[in-house]
């Protein structure tokens, strides 16, 4: 795959998660996002992965509620614990099918550099930028509100779709450097302990 194709597909992936935020608040995606699957495009990685964010943004709310039980909120816990867990492997499948698919197409180094982030972890930012553009623009319709509200919306939203574009952008440009050889891409494992039953001592220690 040579770097142009890449990155309309990568642009595709953006464009999707846009999309998607509108048509999920009508319905969601039917999708098990737990059952993490193996030899998917990257396009069905990066929608598994941004409907984790969808659904992780709305137990997010829901947990803020102090009009219900300590039950519901403890339950709450427990879901955005395992959606998180989901969405990081997500994450990884997202740099896994990187190293497989482009990797063979970039030119060899003879030392490596490697970015700050990989391109999971970007796309997984913008993923939730753009539920933050979504739900910011919601504030504008409002109208149990005072113009004052309104305006800070207003101005918030602008900053959000100006980091969206910037973020975009630098995308971009760390797929340039891959494929000039400037930079390698690479998987970063988060290993998260605490989910670990074998790792975290609360759980084994109960043993």
């Known amino acids: 795959m040579n770097k142009e194709k890449f990155k309309n597909l990568v642009d595709k992936c953006i464009n999707f998660q846009i999309e998607s935020v509108a048509k999920w608040h009508l319905k969601e995606e039917d999708i098990n996002v737990f059952e993490i699957r193996d030899n998917l495009s990257l396009e069905n990685i990066v929608k598994r992965e941004h409907l984790c964010n969808f ?4 137990v997010e709310d829901r947990a803020r509620r102090i009009d219900v039980d300590d039950s ?10 395992k959606l998180n867990q989901c969405r990081n492997d997500w994450i990884e499948k997202i740099d896994l099918w990187i190293m497989h698919n482009i990797l ?43 113009d004052k509200h309104i305006i800070n919306c207003k101005r ?11 973020l975009k952008n630098s995308l ?33 220690n109960k043993k």
């Open 156 to 166: 918030k939203l602008n900053i959000l779709k100006e980091q969206h574009k910037d």
């Open 55 to 58: 659904k992780l943004w709305h």
């Open 172 to 204: 971009f440009y760390l797929i340039d450097e891959y494929f000039s050889g400037k930079k390698v891409p690479k998987v970063y494992f988060q290993f998260k302990m605490y989910n670990d039953p074998s790792l975290n001592p609360e759980l084994y």
């Open 72 to 81: 519901v909120i403890a339950q709450c816990k427990r879901d955005i614990d």
């Open 104 to 146: 063979p197409f970039l030119p060899s180094v003879k030392y490596k550099v490697y970015n700050t982030e990989t391109i999971g972890s970007v796309l997984d930012r913008l993923s939730i930028l753009s539920l933050k553009i979504y739900h910011m623009n919601e504030q504008l319709f409002r109208t149990d509100v005072d």
